[in-house]
């Protein structure tokens, strides 16, 4: 309360200065002089708008600062976000697939919005769940161990991409590697070097038990497959770890103090296998001593301090073709497709020495 200089009481005011008006899709309208409609369908980008009708609105929206209300919209049934739903942001492969979306996006009138699964969420269903909450137009998800039903039910009711899945969907897409080619070149790589005991990092059971047809499934399964036409059967040595490099450091240093330690290690991925080579350095081990080949060909393997041997499965383009794929579906697609990128096998240092 206050006191009014008459003597009486009364509430204060909240402020002197009237409060701004938001801008809103009439006021675009007016100063571009054109129809409400008009502005509607250059920020839906719909078809026929000509350029200058997309110009002169355009500069109207700049020069006001409007934001169209994405949850307005998506009341409406017609919402412009994409949910992305990523294990976690320590991964650089993610990460890369991540922005490479996010660029496919550039010229549309979609936005992403990111949900990291948070670190006793193992599955990503909490993630996905919130994005299809928040009313999303489509979804890109990274998560290999829900199960097929649970997203065919999700799939029903929005436009679903999977990368890394190697489902028989009906109702979404996916974009995958071919991670048994994948690891074959690893596996014909390192038998040709002359190592007879190669040892394969891989995650938790959870991921690569049957009947998950996980990228790490398919990788362990190529590893065995390989080893055993090898004759080698008996060298089988399958180490299971976090994803992290600190959880893969851990996980393999016993097997590397061993008295019959591996000449060489498949890692199942990038991360673990900087964690191979962390723990190898620790161990005073050299190149000579331990091949490491690791899987995603992340930025910092090509790196002349790392010079990691891995496998490129095209990490931008799977972003990319996700948002294409999803795109699509918008537009009214409603058959399942898969695209698989093909691997190639980068050879550098971590592996390049030869047995004698």
């Given at each position: 309360m ?5 003597g ?53 929206i ?35 697939i ?9 010229d549309?009138e979609?936005?992403l ?9 193992n ?12 009313q ?19 799939a ?12 028989g ?18 596996m014909?790589h ?35 497959e ?16 976090g ?9 393999i ?11 060489a ?22 190149f ?8 995603d ?7 002349p ?23 699509e ?11 698989q ?16």
């Amino acid at each position: 309360m206050i006191i009014r200089p008459d003597g009486g009481a009364g509430l204060a005011p909240q402020s002197s200065a009237p409060r701004a008006r938001a801008v809103t899709i009439n006021d675009v309208a007016g100063l571009a002089g054109v129809s409400r409609a008009a502005v509607s369908k250059v920020i839906r980008n719909a078809y026929g708008v000509s350029p200058a009708m997309r110009e002169k609105v355009g500069r109207a929206i700049v020069a006001l600062g409007y934001r169209p209300n994405s949850a307005a919209r998506a009341m409406r049934g017609k919402s412009f976000v994409i949910g992305f739903e990523i294990p976690g942001l320590s991964n650089d492969f993610l990460i890369t697939i991540l922005k490479a979306a996010h660029e496919a996006l550039a010229d549309s009138e979609y936005q992403l919005i990111v949900a990291p699964a948070d670190a006793d969420d193992n599955l990503g269903a909490r993630a996905i769940e919130s994005l299809v909450d928040h009313q999303v137009a489509g979804l890109v998800a990274v998560s290999t161990a829900i199960s097929v039903e649970w997203l065919q039910n999700i799939a029903r009711r929005t436009p679903l991409v999977m990368i890394g899945r190697h489902d028989g969907s009906v109702n979404y897409d996916t974009v995958v590697g071919d991670d048994s080619a994948g690891a074959a070149l690893v596996m014909e790589h390192l038998l040709a070097q002359g190592h007879s005991r190669i040892a394969h990092l891989t995650r938790g059971l959870a991921i690569t038990e049957p009947p998950s047809r996980s990228p790490h499934a398919l990788r362990l399964e190529g590893y065995v497959e390989a080893m055993t036409a090898a004759g080698l059967a008996e060298n089988i040595s399958v180490v299971r770890s976090g994803s992290s490099q600190s959880d893969s450091q851990v996980a393999i240093t016993p097997l590397l103090s061993s008295p019959e330690r591996p000449t060489a290690v498949f890692a199942g991925n990038d991360e673990m296998a900087l964690g191979v080579m962390h723990a190898a350095k620790q161990l005073g081990m050299t190149f000579a001593d331990l091949a490491i080949v690791g899987y995603d060909d992340i930025d910092v393997a090509s790196h002349p301090g790392i010079s990691l041997s891995t496998v490129n499965q095209s990490g931008r383009e799977m972003g990319e073709v996700a948002i294409h794929l999803l795109l699509e579906r918008f537009e009214g697609r409603t058959e399942r497709r898969e695209v698989q990128m093909v691997p190639v096998l980068k050879v550098r240092e971590s592996s390049n020495s030869k047995r004698r």
